[in-house]
């Protein structure tokens, strides 16, 4: 009969990691409102936990958000683990309802090792409108790339929408997509690498609104593009 797995049959370098992932993400969850990019319980934080003794990624975990849990509740322990096809493994609360995407991302992107959904209201606005958002700035450049690309329209409830995310995300160098009529979701190396896409999704969001009010806003040539995002992802900082 198939043992139904626990976390108490990893070692104790995988349990170490876990408690260690537990931790970041709740603290991460603090960040979303810190920085208005969520009301009430919307939005969630994942990280991936990767097993150190097992280097194909088949035995990693994850740590995301128990579902519907206000943010001043969130706890290390109140995280939930799930296994990379978006089963519970550990915790006494129900997992987001947004599971299912995460999982989709990290079983499908390996370099991946953290995922982030809000639904602040700039970013939110252009995935109503179905468009990308142009890369006309700098600072859009230097993080994302290029463009913040439209995503397909997908209903919560199965793997459609981490789908769309992995579709659209394979064919750009941004790490955010905007899920068309329902908001960004950000990957990053970590998740405050995804926490910072996100920040910076909603900022880019907005300024490139303000622009369109005022006029008709530059793209930037490709070459410079590229020289400003090789520069910021390989130089930028300490
Ligand atoms: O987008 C949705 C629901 O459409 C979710 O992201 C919720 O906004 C947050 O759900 P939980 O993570 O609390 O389950």
Redesign the pocket.
Same mark, same amino acid.
């Given at each position: 009969m198939n043992q139904q797995r626990t976390l108490e049959s990893y070692p104790q370098s995988m349990r170490d990691e876990v408690q260690r992932a537990r931790q970041e993400v709740a603290d991460l969850h603090a960040e979303l409102p810190r920085y208005e990019l !969520?009301v009430w319980?919307?939005?969630?934080v994942s990280q991936r936990v990767r097993h150190p003794e097992v280097a194909d990624g088949s035995q990693d975990l994850f740590v =995301?958000?128990?579902?519907? !849990?206000s943010y001043d509740d969130l706890t290390p322990e109140s995280m939930v683990v799930c296994t990379l096809d978006g089963q519970l493994l550990e915790g006494e609360h129900a997992?987001?309802?947004?599971t299912a995407a995460h999982a989709y991302t990290y079983e499908h992107m390996p370099e991946v090792g953290g995922v982030v *959904?809000t *639904?602040s209201t700039y970013a939110t606005a252009w995935a109503a409108r179905g468009e990308d958002i142009p890369c006309v700035l700098t600072m859009m450049a230097d993080e994302f790339g290029g463009p913040i690309p439209i995503g397909p329209f997908a209903i =919560?409830g199965d793997d459609s929408i981490g789908r769309g995310i992995v579709a659209t995300l394979r064919e750009s160098r941004s790490p955010a997509v905007l899920m068309a009529n329902?908001?960004p979701f950000t990957i990053g190396k970590d998740a405050r690498a995804a926490v910072k896409a996100a920040v910076m999704c909603e900022e880019v969001a907005r300024t490139v609104h303000i622009a369109q009010q005022l006029g008709d806003p530059q793209p930037i040539d490709p070459t410079k593009i590229d020289s400003l995002y090789e520069r910021y992802q390989n130089v930028y900082g300490q």
């Open positions: !969520v319980t919307a939005g969630n =995301i958000k128990p579902s519907g !849990v997992p987001s309802s947004d *959904h *639904h =919560i329902h908001g």
